[in-house]
């Protein structure tokens, strides 16, 4: 049973390789236990040693130093990542345009004032916490609400999944 879910932001697109063996094996190198991952997409399941911030900021450190690409590493527990899913508040149309991306810090009220006051075309979006919901009407590669916007806008960097690799990520941290 792990009692975290580090969630790596954009590896395995573009140039920023990670092979999950590798993820796994750093994770166990930083002194983590029950590591394991989930798809290849920089979804860590573990137990960390200690301050689990601490862990996180290792694990960047370790991977821009060994592969040459800075990622942020944004971890929940997995009861934290059932709340979220609980807290979405979109009836869901198509299940893979449900998302959340799940911040690196709560946004201040002036940020989340901002992204609520933009047009955002058809897509849905809410801040809860430290967890931003959306609901892209027509997809990921067709909305404003990517990743670099996300971060300018709520002055914190995010990673998103959509509900049900979310969904699958608290099943495997729970056995």
Do not use: W
């Amino acid at each position: 049973m792990a009692e975290r879910v580090v969630l790596l932001r954009a590896v395995n697109v573009g140039g920023a390789k990670l092979p999950m063996e590798r993820l796994r094996a750093i994770a166990d190198e930083l002194g983590a236990r029950d590591v394991s991952t989930y798809i290849a997409s920089g979804n860590l399941l573990c137990t960390p040693p200690g301050d689990p911030a601490d862990f996180d900021r290792a694990l960047e450190a370790r991977i821009e130093a060994e592969l040459g690409f800075f990622r942020e590493a944004i971890s929940r527990t997995p009861d934290e990542l059932r709340q979220a899913l609980d807290a979405y508040p979109f009836e869901v149309l198509e299940p893979k345009l449900a998302h959340i991306y799940f911040l690196a810090a709560t946004p201040s009220p002036e940020a989340v004032a901002d992204l609520a006051a933009r047009d955002l075309g058809p897509d849905l979006a809410r801040v809860i916490g430290r967890d931003l919901h959306v609901r892209f009407a027509d997809g990921v590669a067709s909305s404003p609400l990517t990743a670099p916007f996300v971060a300018r806008v709520l002055g914190t960097p995010g990673t998103a999944r959509n509900l049900r690799t979310i969904a699958a990520l608290v099943e495997k941290a729970s056995t």
